[in-house]
């Protein structure tokens, strides 16, 4: 059974950093693809980056292509998400996700963080 812990988040003012961190215990995350959603206050919960085990393919939502990057260390079973550029409506919780299927569906992915909150002023 994987267990997925994120941090890093917070309040931060737009143009602002912060990097994301998603550390695994159990079996070891080579064996599965990895994702970060995001849940905005009234809003069904929404895809932002993937990355699969080799982390040789990358996927992003358009919204975020270019101001976010989404890595991982197996050795590590950690993930990161380092989020750039910081807008007001980055705003929301965000959750790591591991599953054996790659996509940008909350069915492909089999566990699921608590979700770390990041707020953006402006």
């Known amino acids: 059974q994987v267990q997925l812990v994120e941090s890093g988040g917070g309040l931060v003012q737009a143009g602002a950093s912060l990097t994301l961190w998603c550390v695994a215990s159990g079996p070891s995350i080579t064996d599965y693809e990895m994702a970060w959603f995001r849940q905005a206050p009234g809003k069904e919960r929404e895809f932002v980056a993937g990355?699969?085990?080799?982390?040789?393919?990358?996927d992003y939502q358009d919204s975020v292509k270019g101001r976010f990057t989404i890595s991982r260390d197996n050795a590590m079973n950690t993930g990161y998400l380092q989020m750039n550029s910081l807008k007001p409506e980055d705003t929301a919780v965000y959750y790591c996700?591991?599953?054996?299927?790659?996509?940008?569906?909350?069915?492909?992915?089999?566990?699921w963080g608590q979700g770390t909150q990041v707020t953006v002023s402006s």
């Open positions: 990355i699969i085990w080799t982390s040789r393919v990358k």
């Open positions: 996700a591991l599953g054996k299927s790659f996509g940008r569906s909350t069915t492909d992915y089999d566990y």
